[in-house]
């Protein structure tokens, strides 16, 4: 009993200095932990620090950029064709067709187009089926443009044509209009001649 007794206490006694080396070795790790965690505080606080000056220096530094704005080009007014004045314009009107009030019906139709130059009279040739027109180089393509469409509506067939046109600027030669036909040509009669009676002479006796 006396020897168990005294091997206890001597394994007691020679266990007693383990729970001072574990307070020994976790002081040789405070120190360095310690040291890290300094370092990484110091490192945090620097950037914490840093930011905002490299932030505050990035806009002082920060130039904005000058918009330039060009000039917006005035669009040129387009000018406005000045109307013609169709009363300026000669217009000779011949009858082609041999129909009778052929040129006087146009002539009326053109002074409500606003010409007034205007003279009637018959072609040398009476059988025109198409409506011929001559217009001179001085007159406007608009005036040339708004005849057509006007005696399109007027007759079966119109031609127009540039050219010298005599005395007058337009030169119309009237052809038939829809449902109209040429007249068919009178023949004419030859009179005769009468033979004139030759007067004989009574001989005279020997």
């Not at 060009?70 to 314009?89: G, L």
């Not at 007027?154 to 829809?178: C, F, K, N």
Request: hydrophobic content about 30%; glycine content about 8%; charged content about 20%.
């Amino acid at each position: 009993m006396d020897q168990m007794q005294s091997i206890g206490q001597g394994s007691q006694t020679q266990g007693s200095p383990m729970p001072s080396a574990r307070r020994q070795g976790s002081k040789k790790w405070l120190v360095p932990s310690l040291i890290i965690l300094l370092v990484l505080l110091s490192i945090g606080g620097f950037l914490l620090f840093r930011s905002p000056q490299e932030k505050k220096s990035e806009d002082e530094n920060f130039v904005e950029p000058t918009v330039i704005q060009e000039p917006t080009p005035t669009p040129t007014p387009t000018p406005t064709p000045e109307p013609v004045d169709r009363s300026q314009i000669s217009v000779s009107i011949l009858n082609g067709t041999g129909i009778a009030g052929e040129a006087s019906l146009l002539k009326g139709k053109l002074e409500e187009a606003g010409y007034s130059q205007i003279e009637a009279g018959n072609a040398g040739d009476q059988t025109h089926t198409t409506t011929e027109v001559t217009i001179s180089a001085s007159v406007p393509d608009e005036v040339k443009n708004d005849l057509q469409n006007l005696l399109e509506e007027i007759y079966e067939d119109v031609e127009i044509s540039r050219g010298t046109s005599g005395s007058a600027d337009i030169v119309i030669t009237t052809g038939l209009r829809p449902g109209q036909s040429l007249p068919t040509p009178t023949p004419t009669t030859q009179a005769t001649p009468t033979p004139t009676p030759t007067a004989t002479g009574s001989a005279e006796e020997e």
